[in-house]
């Protein structure tokens, strides 16, 4: 039996997958939630890295380069859409795919387009619609619209 090397504990980094689709950065204040995501997008095959909140998001995003990122609204010390308007300001990161997983209010949605959010997913999810929302966005090359970036809509719904 050959010696087995422990490695030590990463609470935010999840393990690497082996021709992992690409990294995903899920923010939420809930455990719970954050965990419903990460394990989800596991199973299909992405790299999973996890905040609490917006200021640990800002303070992660640099250092592990995702590919998206998940934003919950509500959230202590930085919110979904003062997270979003940040990560959009910042040549950096301004074309980062952001996708907000939320309750999805009209004011969410609203204030969401306008920090330049690409994409809504209403809680509670279904977690194929969720893999489909990170799929198309990570497929998605963000350039100018016609709309003025108004183009983001609930996703799965009809209207556009």
């Not at 939630?33 to 790299?47: D, T």
């Not at 969401?112 to 809680?123: I, M, T, Y």
């Amino acid at each position: 039996m050959g010696k087995t090397r422990t490695q030590p504990h990463r609470p935010t980094y999840s393990r690497r997958v082996s021709g992992a689709y690409g990294r995903v950065l899920v923010v939420d204040d809930s455990k719970v939630i954050r965990q419903l995501i990460r394990v989800n997008l596991e199973l299909e095959g992405f790299e999973v890295v996890t905040a609490s909140d917006g200021a640990e998001c800002l303070d992660l995003v640099h250092r592990i380069c995702p590919d998206v990122i998940t934003l919950d609204v509500v959230m202590p010390r930085l919110d979904g859409i003062q997270t979003a308007t940040r990560l959009r300001a910042d040549p950096r990161t301004r074309r980062l795919p952001v996708a907000v997983v939320s309750a999805c209010t009209p004011f969410e949605v609203d204030a969401g387009v306008a920090a330049g959010v690409d994409a809504f997913l209403e809680k509670p999810f279904e977690p194929s619609e969720l893999v489909r929302v990170v799929h198309r966005l990570l497929r998605k090359e963000r350039a100018p619209s016609l709309d003025g970036g108004r183009g983001a809509g609930r996703a799965g719904s009809t209207a556009g």
